[in-house]
């Protein structure tokens, strides 16, 4: 507790007073903070006594909250009424009362009042066991209400010394009534006795001799719609002076049962099966001579009409499904052999149009012999055709997918399970294929999901077709497919159905007008040679399908036990990246951009190392795939870019006033944009720069697969007039409408082309090609990878603007990057032209 009242008797009274209650409280005062609280309050809210002792705000006891997660996300622990108030942090209109649930679980009643000269007080009350208690008598009212719906009966109480008549809700809908319509009094249930059924309730009262405590009556009744109804009262008398006083009784509606009774008096073991069954039709069977009834309702349920049967035993055993037949009969035999009580069968009837009804067949031996030997049998039929269709459309989507038909991954792993016995029985192989689509997402994203739901349909398809049918295809999700090869004899047989998925999924897909090429990256992985257990084949199969991928996609590949030392190597990167930005082991390096002609070198591009503490110089080829996958690289790569800022205004100031660094920005920082950083334009206008400082390096994937938001990022880098460099040019799509519709600025000739290039090579040829396209659109030209002097001559030859590699020289520090670019521009040499 914690208060500063003048009084020190004021404050050893409050203090006793505030420990003596269950209620936590406290008080804020004009100032906004706390100034009064108990022990109480800091128990219930699970709070340090410290914290409420250093007199917060509001606000800091809402924020304090929120980042535990008191409230549950989204504040779904507050009643709906509080939500906006406590999410606002206190700043949105306030209830005076309202429920929170804690983590505990426990129920937290929340009042705040408002005090007249600022400030407020709350209590925090626990009334888990009082909620709990009303849920509980609210659970058993509603169990007794639909207790009585469901059994169509209720209560009521006829009190005859003090003329009065109470009815639960239950007897109200039996009379097709209300308490708002209908009174029920003695005088007015008159009204709706019957004459003989009041003769037998008054005979019933005059029983002065017997006195009996409980009674049990059968009366005919009209209800306030007209409707006649049979009524069984059964309860307790009370009796005073030898007369009932007071009748107490549950009120059940059985006109079905009477109706059942008097319609079937001639057969009342026929009326008692009717009654205990719900089916539709009803069949009694002599056994002695194989004739059997059957009723209209029965008959009308196939289509039938009386002269289309024989009443006979095998007529209607006939009309039933062959694969249903022995069962059928075990079933029924069984009963009449005295193994079960009753008969209980579900087959299909062929109905009078050819087509197949699922019935449920109850029946019961209602009579037999002085030997013992059964005579008679009856029962009914129950239409069952729909429920059977719901759990059959249950099963399907329980098990296969819906797009393609094939098995989920439920299904699969069940289909696995059994192989694997199998194989363990017959000392056999199986092998599990992980199988993705590549480019699958381009595709989706440019044509949209219709055309993307027909390319996976039809690739389903195909690999089904490359298959045989003891095998397993299922999707697993999106465009990931898992195969089952089984009785598999040799492992190098895989090779042949690899090769033939490879190439039927390499095929043109035509969607609509448009037709679409992909490929497909399989992991393989062997049972029992690699695994003996559904988790560890579906693991290896997967680390397989990661090599595939990172192997350049359009193949497959086997596992082997130096993927799972892969694979731990990547997730313990994953794990070491998350602290080496704040760790500081990430330093950026330069690689300059000469300009080929006159050797001038007003460009770089900045790029990223990581330095690990205990593996040393880590690739980046090994690093960003990790980065990328884990989110890392948006908090990295707007590292990066500031580490660029800040050095392109150091060099434009020293070096050359239109000195640009491109910066690689990765495809996952354009799609997870984080919103608390700043626009690279603010940021470079924050350091006195202009757009044109910086170019934005990005892959031809990023413009193929856009969506509306990287979409709006790039038009946002043009018009703050930021230059986009298109990397890697020619090893994607390399789609002319694409380099139109983004204003690309640069285009990367991929280092690939330059390795090879020669007088006359094809790469020679297709540098050309590119660099004659993009000065037709307006866009300069960098050649990536220069490592001689011949591979400069003929891109500068060819009008090729920029070149950069380890020719000019390898990306090196800041520091040592004005002395590089001092030694290449005064040993610029002049092109040869005559190459």
Not at 340 to 361: A, F, I, M
């Amino acid at each position: 507790m914690n208060h500063h009242p003048s009084d020190p008797r004021e404050e050893e009274h409050l203090a006793t007073l505030l420990a003596s209650i269950s209620q936590g409280v406290y008080l804020l005062g004009p100032d906004g903070r706390v100034s009064l609280f108990n022990q109480r309050l800091c128990e219930l809210l699970d709070l340090p006594t410290e914290f409420f002792a250093s007199r917060p705000t509001l606000e800091e006891i809402n924020a304090l909250q929120m980042s535990r997660g008191d409230f549950g996300q989204d504040a779904t622990l507050v009643d709906a009424k509080a939500r906006t108030y406590v999410l606002a942090g206190g700043k949105a209109p306030l209830p005076t009362t309202y429920l929170r649930s804690t983590l505990a679980g426990r129920t937290l009643e929340i009042k705040t009042q408002p005090l007249p000269h600022g400030g407020m007080v709350r209590t925090f009350a626990d009334v888990t066991d009082y909620v709990q208690a009303q849920a509980a008598r609210q659970r058993l009212n509603q169990l007794l209400n639909e207790t009585q719906i469901l059994g169509a009966m209720g209560g009521w109480e006829i009190d005859l010394a003090n003329q009065q008549v109470t009815w639960t809700e239950g007897v109200y809908r039996i009379f097709d009534t209300s308490p708002d319509v209908f009174v029920p009094t003695l005088a007015s249930m008159r009204q709706l006795t019957t004459p003989q059924s009041l003769t037998l309730l008054e005979s019933s009262r005059d029983e002065s001799g017997r006195q009996p405590a409980e009674h049990d009556l059968e009366v005919e009744m009209v209800t306030l719609t007209g409707r006649h109804i049979w009524v069984l009262s059964r309860g307790s008398n009370l009796w005073a002076n030898q007369c009932i006083v007071k009748r107490t009784a549950i009120v059940q509606d059985i006109t079905r049962r009477k109706l059942a009774e008097l319609s079937l008096r001639d057969s009342e073991a026929r009326w008692k099966l009717a009654l205990e069954s719900t089916g539709d039709g009803l069949w009694d069977l002599n056994l002695q001579t194989g004739d059997e009834y059957l009723s209209p309702n029965l008959l009308r349920m196939y289509g039938y009409s009386e002269d289309d049967l024989e009443f006979r035993l095998e007529e209607l055993d006939s009309l039933t499904h062959p694969e249903d037949v022995a069962q059928m009969q075990l079933d029924r035999q069984q009963h009449i052999d005295g193994v079960v009580p009753t008969y209980h069968n579900e087959h299909r009837v062929r109905c009078q149009d050819g087509q197949w009804k699922w019935v449920l067949s109850r029946g019961m031996i209602i009579s037999r012999d002085a030997k013992g030997q059964p005579l008679r049998m009856i029962g009914t039929h129950t239409d069952i055709t729909q429920r059977k269709e719901n759990e059959a459309l249950v099963w399907q989507q329980a098990h296969f997918d819906a797009l393609t038909g094939l098995p989920n991954r439920r299904m699969m792993r069940e289909r696995l399970a059994q192989e694997i016995k199998k194989c363990r029985r017959d000392d056999r192989q199986l092998a599990v294929l992980f199988l993705d689509l590549d480019h699958f997402k381009e595709v989706n994203d440019t044509l949209g999901h219709h055309q993307g739901d027909v390319l996976l349909a039809e690739a389903a398809q195909r690999i089904t077709h490359c298959l045989r049918e003891v095998d397993t295809v299922s999707r697993m999700g999106g465009d990931e497919f898992t195969v089952i090869v089984t009785e598999l004899q040799a492992t190098h047989r895989l090779e042949g159905i690899l090769n033939k998925l490879l190439t039927a999924l390499g095929g043109v897909f035509q969607l609509g007008t448009e037709q679409v090429f992909v490929s497909a990256s399989i992991g393989v992985t062997v049972y029992p040679a690699d695994a003996t257990d559904i988790d560890g084949l579906l693991k290896n199969a997967d680390q397989a399908l990661y090599v595939a991928k990172g192997e350049g996609r359009n193949r497959y590949h086997f596992f082997t036990p130096e993927l799972q030392e892969a694979t731990r190597r990547r997730v313990s990167l994953t794990q070491d990246l998350r602290l080496a930005l704040a760790a500081q082991q990430f330093r950026v390096v330069y690689q300059p951009i000469v300009e080929l002609v006159t050797g001038s070198v007003h460009k770089a591009e900045v790029l990223v190392r990581w330095q690990h503490p205990s593996l040393g110089l880590i690739s980046p080829a090994e690093f960003i795939p990790v980065a990328e996958s884990s989110g890392v690289i948006v908090p990295l790569g707007e590292w990066v870019f500031r580490q660029a800022a800040d050095q392109v205004k150091v060099w434009r100031a020293k070096l050359h006033p239109a000195f640009q660094i491109s910066v690689n920005k990765s495809p996952v920082q354009f799609e997870n944009p984080n919103p608390a950083h700043a626009s690279w334009i603010s940021q470079l206008e924050e350091r006195g720069l202009t757009g044109d400082s910086i170019a934005v390096e990005i892959t031809e994937g990023l413009l193929l697969a856009s969506s509306q938001g990287v979409t709006q990022q790039l038009m946002n880098l043009n018009a703050d007039g930021i230059a986009v460099s298109l990397d890697d040019f020619g090893t994607g799509y390399s789609s002319l409408a694409y380099l139109q519709k983004f204003d690309i600025d640069f285009i990367k000739i991929d280092q690939s082309f330059v390795h090879q290039l020669g007088v006359d090579s094809t790469d020679l040829a297709l540098c050309q090609a590119i660099i004659v396209m993009a000065h037709a659109l307006g866009m300069k030209v960098i050649a990536e990878g220069i490592e001689t002097d011949q591979q400069r001559s003929l891109l500068t030859a060819a009008g090729c603007d920029y070149g950069q590699g380890y020719l000019f020289s390898k990306p090196v520090p800041a520091a040592d990057f004005e002395s590089v670019r001092q030694a290449l521009m005064q040993a610029a040499p002049q092109p040869d032209w005559s190459i």
